[in-house]
């Protein structure tokens, strides 16, 4: 279990590091998602949950749509970390037919916590959720290059803010930054 943080991640911070159950293939796989980094820039983002409106029509699509636009632009790789589980997280991709995002099932929170991005959203009756947001990594240091935190970050909050972690205003940033 990755330490918790209490404030949400920023530039210049440490990715934390995270072991995850996952399914694949019908089977429980173990994975490490520092070996998944391995030197290379990418993006990760975090959202309130799979099958919710914004998520599933805009954020998640909308970032495997622009992958190739992401990788013009130096970003080897993309994930979506949702406080959700496997069976979840696998069903929501396939359903959605995403091809260029790599899920990552933070089904306890755990790395949420780490990251500091775990608010409470019992007020929607989603219980402990992600806040939104987007982090542009270095893998091979694992140093955060850029954090785009939506604004109002609290738990319960009325909104559901969408105007900074989306993937056309981090590829903006990525492209004058990242290449």
Known sequence: MATVTKRP???NDRFPDFKYKTRLAGAWVEQKLADQFGD???VVFGLPGAFTPTCSNHQLPDYDALAPDFAAAGVDKI???SVNDPF????WFDQQEIKNVI???DGNGDLTQALGMYVQK???NFGARSWRYALVVQGSTKTVLRSFVE???EDNHEEDPYVISDPKT??????ANVV
Request: aromatic share 14%.
């Open 9 to 11: 991640i920023a530039r």
């Open 40 to 42: 290379s820039t990418f």
């Open 79 to 81: 994930f979506c970390v």
């Open 88 to 91: 979840v997280m696998n069903a």
């Open 103 to 105: 899920p990552v099932p």
């Open 122 to 124: 019992r007020n929607l």
């Open 151 to 153: 604004p109002g970050f």
């Open 170 to 175: 981090v590829l903006e940033w990525c492209k």
